[in-house]
């Protein structure tokens, strides 16, 4: 049994057709890697497999449930979302921001436990210096990692990240890639939407390349110079500095 399946997803906004017929699923310890160009409905995806958009057919199944039969915190017990972070109006200081992600799990107050995961996430991403700093000081690429910590605290079994990279200098970039192959050996599933193939090329066991009205789905030998110059529709010597086939 998957970790998560879409069967036959058909999605449209009014009379404009953003996929149909798709289908895929992740097992466990399994990435899949979804890639096109913007505008293409990569984040209208990820939307749909989460629930905040309704498919106009087909199915989506969390463990072999259907999610419409899961309710929101049986879902997100299992489910860490990570969106595209935005720049944050809050207050709250990094370290509560973090904590935030077991709010599932708190019912009055953080415990000692609560608290110790967030220090030690903060120090697996290497950010331990913005503990105390305020969300709204933060430039995007420090928000991005403390969102990537936040969805980490309830330990889940599929980790589904809307460009985690956009925001992330390489170095960034390197160890958000680092912490997805370290869950990937623990068992953990993710999807992750990237604009970055060599970042999909390392990380994905399953590709979904979007494309207008249609898909293409596969293994990381889609990410290939040929492929992608079709599906992006730039010239083949485009990605010439990614040193593919």
């Known amino acids: ?24 699923c992740v097992d466990k ?27 106009q057919k087909g199915q989506v199944f969390l463990q072999g449930q259907h999610i419409k039969k899961l309710s929101h915190k049986q879902f997100f017990s299992q489910v860490a979302y990570v969106p595209q972070a ?44 913005l503990k105390g700093k305020a969300c709204s000081n ?7 990692m403390v969102v990537l910590a936040r969805s980490l605290m309830n330990d889940p079994d599929l ?33 992750i939407n990237t604009h970055f193939p060599q970042n999909a090329y390392k990380l994905a066991d399953k590709v979904l390349i979007l494309q207008k009205n249609s898909h293409i789905l596969g293994d990381k030998s889609l990410i290939n110079k040929t492929q992608l110059s079709q599906s992006f529709e730039v010239r083949h010597s485009f990605f010439d500095y990614l040193n593919l086939a």
């Open 1 to 24: 049994m998957s970790v998560f399946a879409l069967e036959n997803a058909c999605f449209s906004y009014r009379k404009e057709l953003v996929f149909e017929g798709l289908s895929f």
């Open 29 to 55: 310890g399994e990435i899949l890697g979804i890639l096109g160009h913007n505008g293409v409905g990569k984040t209208t995806l990820i939307k749909c497999c989460i629930g905040i958009l309704s498919l």
């Open 86 to 129: 935005k720049n944050s109006l809050t207050k709250l200081s990094v370290f509560d921001m973090v904590l935030l992600g077991a709010n599932i799990d708190i019912t009055t107050t953080p415990k000692k436990i609560h608290l110790e995961k967030a220090e030690a996430l903060l120090e697996k991403l290497r950010i331990s210096f």
């Open 159 to 191: 980790l589904i990240l809307d460009e985690p990279e956009s925001n992330l200098d390489f170095k960034n970039q390197d160890r958000i890639l680092d912490v997805l192959l370290e869950l990937k050996n623990q068992g953990k599933s993710i999807i």
């Open 138 to 144: 933060l430039s995007g690429g420090e928000l991005q």
